[in-house]
């Protein structure tokens, strides 16, 4: 594999990156094919990973995590993408979106019993925001929560949602006010797996085994206690999660990119065409030497957005955004391009290529869409237009 070098990584990013490479190849290699041939959801390969801290490395130790920054997180989901790229969208899910939203806006209750069982891999969590009607506007959705005598009522329907049909917690965003009011009137609930809940399995081209389905809230009780965060608030949390998610995201990428390199090197180091290997082929040479040059510019760009993060620069939400675009763009080039030079292997349903070419083509559309991508960067741009 290609060796990951950068002049940000710390002693305990390099320890780190064994500890996750080691449990990736004894773990998910064995299964990376039946989880995508089977849409096998991968159970006991989420609780292996949260015994040892990498299911959500960015909590501290005694939350069930690794004490990782983002820049640790986004490399434990490259490692764990080169692998299977639905493994890392879980781990992806189960850490940022959901069990770090409940860390970081849960009441004592959820960060003292929900949250170490879901870093650990005992829970498993879903984050239920896109809908029927709408995935980019999220400000528009219309599942709504409405008061009475006490309590809240839920009802509406879900769609895309990760890990949705195994999930024994929702982190379910509703509308608590009028839909003119957009994102100034979401709430966050916490909803427990319940009768109410209807999860109907949706079958997707890639990432699959992950349990993505469409759910139905059907007059679904909860208390104040399962507020998250405050109300009318909970929009902020879906685009804080949201903009980790998309570093995330682009280190899927990252990680299918190198694995699709690795699949593309050794497939021309073995095949003669012309009389002559094929690495002598000068078009073939400058082919990898493409390649390569995008996935270190990817590496750059998606640890730089890490960085960010963990410096808390104020502008670290539009260099998610920076990331997550440039990061699949060159991914899925760099994906393409190394099908095409398998001939007609990188099609065949057995190779592993099939498979990455299938999931990173889910990348350009999970997290916000490239276009949600560069609505966020040329509105961060225009600040400088004047
Ligand atoms: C692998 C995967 C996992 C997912 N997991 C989850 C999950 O766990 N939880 C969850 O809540 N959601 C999840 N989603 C849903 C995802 O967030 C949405 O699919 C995404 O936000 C896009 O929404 P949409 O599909 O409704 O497309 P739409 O919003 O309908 O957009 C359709 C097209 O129009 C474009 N478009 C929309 N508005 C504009 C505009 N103003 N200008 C230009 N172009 C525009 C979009 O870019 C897109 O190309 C997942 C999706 C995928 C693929």
């Known amino acids: 594999m290609i060796p990951i070098r950068h002049p940000s990584l710390t002693k305990d990013h390099e320890k780190f990156i064994e500890l996750v490479d080691e449990l990736s190849r004894r773990f998910i290699e064995p299964v990376a094919d039946k989880i995508d041939r089977e ?13 040892n801290g990498v299911l959500a490395p ?33 781990t992806e899910v189960q850490g940022f979106l ?98 109410c809940i209807e999860a109907n399995p949706i079958h997707v ?22 507020v998250v965060g405050k109300i009318n608030e909970g929009f902020k949390i879906a685009m804080e999660a949201l903009n980790q998610g998309r570093i995330a995201v682009a280190s899927v990428t990252l990680g299918l990119a190198e694995a ?13 065409a012309f009389d002559q290997p094929m690495t002598n082929l000068e078009w073939i040479q400058f082919q990898l030497a493409d390649m390569m040059a995008y996935i270190e510019t990817m590496r750059s760009i ?46 065949w349903s057995n190779s592993k290529l099939n498979r990455i070419y299938r999931d990173a083509k889910l990348m350009e559309i999970g997290e916000g869409t490239n276009e949600v991508q560069r609505m966020v960067i040329y509105k961060w741009l225009s600040k400088y237009l004047g």
């Not at 959801?41 to 015994?51: F, S």
């Open 98 to 195: 959901v069990t770090d939203a409940f860390y970081t806006y849960g009441n004592k209750q959820m960060k003292e019993e929900l949250v170490p069982k879901l870093a650990r891999g005992e829970l498993i969590g879903s984050f239920a925001l896109s809908e029927p009607c709408c995935g980019s506007d999220a400000a528009a959705i219309e599942t709504r929560a409405e008061r009475r005598g006490g309590e809240w009522v839920i009802n509406g329907k879900k769609m895309w949602i990760t890990q949705g049909l195994y999930a024994d917690v929702y982190l379910v965003f509703t509308r608590t006010g009028p839909k003119e009011a957009r994102h100034r009137a979401i709430t966050a609930f916490l909803v427990r797996r319940n009768k």
């Open 205 to 226: 081209m890639g990432i699959r085994g992950t349990g993505t389905s469409e759910l139905t809230f059907n007059d679904c009780v909860v208390g104040d206690d399962d």
């Open 302 to 347: 998606v640890y730089d957005a890490a960085l960010h993060f963990d410096r808390k620069y104020e502008d670290y939400y539009a260099f998610a955004s920076i990331a997550k675009l440039t990061s699949v763009l060159l991914g899925m080039d760099v994906i393409r391009r190394a099908v095409q030079l398998t001939g007609a292997y990188g099609v």
């Open 58 to 90: 960015i909590l501290p130790r005694e939350y069930g995590g690794y004490g990782m920054d983002v820049l640790g997180t986004a490399l434990s989901i490259e490692i764990i993408s080169r692998y299977s790229g639905s493994m890392g969208i879980l």
């Open 260 to 272: 699709a390199l690795m699949e593309a090197l050794e497939w021309v180091r073995n095949r003669r």
């Open 39 to 51: 849409n096998y959801y991968p159970r006991e390969v989420i609780r292996e990973l949260g015994k």
